[in-house]
């Protein structure tokens, strides 16, 4: 569970403004996230979440003070692409960001509400099946997702992912489902503010990967 607690997200201001440093910082250690998924077809999500990271922190490190929360990174770049907006910059990186980051959130909080296979309640895949099917498979054209059904197959049991999320250590399960709850309150905040955004600013796409 250390994965998870060392490295939380903040507590969003009223106005929900997500601040970009902050925000940049809590990311960067996610995607090792799916080191704990144990299948290596997990790996093109990871490289997509550590690329997008990268995409998103070289627009915010050439002017931090103008690019203080992520909702300014989006309006200066819509005025600055005109009719490329929001195909393009830290605007598309971040947008394929919030889906990967939604695929954690769904993941997890389905673990934590208890959602499993009765048959076969020490493996994740309703829960890795779930995530997929609502974060991200809308987004995949036919083979990728031909591809990423093989994987969910692939998804290790519960026992050995929360082992995996504690860095090793053999914690109670009981006590890893309350730190999972607790790292997603502000987690779960910061997505939902960062899908908000992009809905008010209709900069979402629909398009297939």
Known sequence: MALLMEHQFKQLPADKQVDTRSFLEAVSYLPSFFD???SKVFSP???????????IKAVYDTNPTRFKTLQQILEAEKEMYGSEWPKV???LALM???RGLKFIQVLLQSIA?????????????????KAYEIALKKYHS????KIFHTALYAAPYKSDFLKALSKGR???EEECMEKIRQ???NYTATIDAIYEMYTKMNAELDYKA
């Open 36 to 38: 704990c998924l144990g």
């Open 113 to 129: 509400d208890g959602e499993r296979d009765d048959a076969n309640p020490n493996l994740i895949r309703v829960n890795a099946t």
């Open 183 to 185: 790292f997603l309150l």
């Open 89 to 91: 910059g830290a605007t």
């Open 170 to 172: 053999d914690v109670k």
């Open 142 to 145: 036919w083979l990728i997702q």
């Open 45 to 55: 999500i990871k490289a997509d979440i550590s690329g997008n990271i990268t995409k």
């Open 96 to 98: 394929w960001l919030k």
